[in-house]
C-alpha cells in the first residue's frame, strides 16, 4: 500500500497550542507593514481616534484599521468586506491585529473619514525612501492613466449624449405609435393584449423623454457640460483606442528612473495632461528633496506656458515637440528647416535668405512674433516648396528660448524617451493588474485620492522589499 504525509485529526486537543508567531517567518512581508506602520506618529499625520477617549465604549487604534488595509492592498484585497472576512480566517492578519476582527463598516469608515491622513502616510513612506538616499540620480517620467470610476457610461451625460438618447427615444416612440395604430385595426384577444402592451411601453418611454429632459437642464447648468449620475465627480474621457473613451478618473504619478518608485502622485477629473507639468514635476521634486530634477514627459505634456513656468525653479523638462502641421505630407519646408539666430533675432530659409521680425504682433496677440522677407520670396527658386502663399511668414512664441533650450537637452539625452517608457508605463500597468477590472471602489474625488495614495503605498513598499529584502528594510525603517 502507497503511504502519504498525513495531516493531523481536526478532533486532536492540544495543551500547548502554537503561538501565531510561529507561522510568520522572519522574511514574511507582514513585518515590515507591522514595523513602519508603528513607526508613524499617527496623531500628527492627522489620524482621528489617535488619542483615545476617556469615556464611552473603547474603539479601534487607527494603527489597527490602517495595517488591515495595507495588508489587503499589497495582497490585492481592496474591499472592506473581503478585509473582514480574511481577518477572521488568514494567519497573518490575525498576527498583524492581534486577532482582532472589526466588521466592514468599521473598516470602510476608516477609510473614509481619513483620507487626508490616508494620503499624508503615502508620502512618509516617500519621505523614508528620500532618507535611505534611493533619489540621487534626480530623474523622473511623468506621465497619465485613465482609470474606472463606480460609473457605468450609461450613467454619465454629456450635450451630445442626451441629444442622442432624446433622438433614440423619439424614434422606438415612433415605431411604438405605428405598432398601436396597426393593432387596433386588427381584432381579437390577441390584438387587445398587444395593445395594452404597446400603451405600456408608450407610457414608460415618455417618462424616459421626461427624465431625460431634467439631465439635459442639469448638464446645460454644469459648468463643464457633463453629469454623472452615480459618482458626481467622474467624468467621461477619451483613451488612446479610436472611438473609445471611459468614464472615470485621470491619474497623474512621477516615477524615479533608478529604482522606479512613485515619487508623487495626483488624481484629477481633467481628460488631458496638458496642463499637468509643472504641478507634477513641482512634487516630484520636492519628494525627492533635490535642489534640480530632470523631468522626462511624453508628448501629451507638450505646452509652452507649462514649460515656461518649470523655467528657473530646478526643474529640467524634456518633451518631444508636437509636430501639427501638415506641410511634410504635401511636400512643403517645415518650421524645422528653417535655422534661427538668437544673436541677431532672424530665421535663416532654406534659400539662405534671412527673415527678420515684423513690428505687427501674428494674429493681434501679444506675444507672437512674425517673421518675414518682403523682397526675397517675391523671386526665390524655392518658393514652390516652401509656401503657397505671396511671402512665407513664420510664427515664433515671445517666449520660443524655453522651448528651444528644452530641445535641445533631448538632443544631447537620445534615450530620454526610451528611458521614460521603460520607467513610468509599467507602474501603471501593475496598478491596474492589482485593482482588476473595475480599478477603483469608491466613489467622489476626495475618496477615489485616498483609495489611489493605498494602492501607490502598497506599490512602493513592494518595490522597497524587492530592492532591500525584508530584514533590512525593516532594520532601515526603525533606524
Known amino acids: 500500500m502507497k503511504r502519504f504525509i498525513e495531516g493531523e485529526d481536526r478532533r486532536q486537543a492540544t495543551l500547548l497550542p502554537d503561538m501565531l508567531e510561529d507561522y510568520v517567518t522572519q522574511d514574511n512581508p507582514v513585518r515590515v507593514i507591522d514595523v ?48 473582514e472576512r480574511e481577518s477572521q480566517r488568514n494567519i497573518e492578519l490575525m498576527w498583524l491585529t492581534g486577532r482582532l476582527m472589526p466588521d466592514f463598516k468599521t473598516i470602510a469608515d476608516f477609510r473614509r473619514d481619513n483620507g487626508a491622513a490616508i494620503r499624508a502616510a503615502c508620502a512618509q513612506f516617500v519621505v523614508l525612501c528620500r532618507q535611505l538616499n534611493l533619489f540621487t540620480r534626480a530623474v523622473v517620467a511623468i506621465d497619465g492613466s485613465k482609470f474606472k470610476a463606480v460609473n457605468n457610461r450609461d450613467k454619465n451625460f454629456t450635450v451630445a449624449k442626451v441629444a442622442k438618447r432624446i433622438e433614440q427615444v423619439e424614434a422606438s416612440i415612433a415605431r411604438y405609435l405605428t405598432d398601436l395604430d396597426r393593432a387596433d385595426r386588427e381584432d381579437g384577444d390577441v390584438a387587445g393584449a398587444k395593445t395594452v402592451r404597446l400603451k405600456e411601453k408608450i407610457e414608460g418611454l415618455r417618462r424616459q423623454m421626461q427624465s431625460l429632459r431634467e439631465i439635459g437642464k442639469q448638464v446645460e447648468a454644469a459648468p463643464d457640460k457633463q453629469v454623472s449620475l452615480t459618482d458626481p465627480d467622474a467624468r467621461s474621457m477619451a483613451t488612446s483606442g479610436k472611438g473609445t473613451g471611459i468614464v472615470g478618473y485621470n491619474v497623474q504619478i512621477a516615477v524615479d528612473a533608478e529604482h522606479h518608485l512613485i515619487v508623487a502622485h495626483e488624481v484629477t477629473n481633467l481628460g488631458s495632461d496638458r496642463a499637468q507639468l509643472s504641478a507634477m514635476a513641482d512634487k516630484a521634486r520636492d519628494a525627492t528633496g533635490c535642489e534640480e530634477v530632470t523631468v522626462l514627459a511624453d ?155 493605498l494602492q501607490v503605498l502598497a506599490y512602493n513598499m513592494k518595490r522597497m522589499i524587492n530592492i532591500f529584502g525584508v530584514k533590512p528594510l525593516m532594520e532601515a525603517i526603525a533606524a
Open 36 to 83: 513602519f506602520i508603528d513607526e508613524l506618529d499617527l496623531e500628527a499625520l492627522g489620524f482621528a481616534g489617535a488619542v483615545p477617549e476617556a469615556t464611552g465604549r473603547p474603539s479601534y487604534h487607527p494603527a489597527t484599521l490602517l495595517k488591515i488595509y495595507l495588508y489587503g492592498y499589497l495582497n490585492r484585497i481592496q474591499s472592506s468586506r473581503r478585509l
Open 299 to 453: 508628448r501629451g505634456y507638450y505646452n509652452g506656458d507649462e514649460v515656461l513656468a518649470c523655467e528657473g525653479t530646478g526643474i529640467l523638462p524634456i518633451i518631444p515637440k508636437t509636430r501639427t502641421s501638415g506641410n511634410a505630407k504635401r511636400g512643403l519646408f517645415t518650421v524645422a528647416d528653417f535655422i534661427y539666430d538668437a544673436e541677431n533675432d532672424r530665421y535663416t530659409c532654406p534659400a539662405g535668405e534671412h527673415l527678420t521680425r515684423g513690428k505687427v504682433r501674428s494674429d493681434r496677440r501679444d506675444n507672437i512674433d512674425q517673421y518675414r522677407n518682403l523682397t526675397a520670396c517675391l523671386t526665390c527658386a524655392l518658393k514652390s516648396r516652401c509656401t503657397p502663399d505671396k511671402i512665407k511668414r513664420l510664427k515664433r512664441w515671445q517666449h520660443e528660448g524655453v522651448l528651444d533650450k528644452m530641445q535641445a537637452r533631448l538632443d544631447r539625452m537620445l534615450e530620454a524617451m526610451t528611458i521614460r517608457r521603460q520607467t513610468v508605463e509599467h507602474p501603471f500597468g501593475t496598478l491596474k493588474a492589482w485593482m482588476g477590472s473595475t480599478h477603483f471602489l469608491t466613489r467622489t474625488l476626495d475618496q477615489v485620492k485616498t483609495e489611489m495614495s
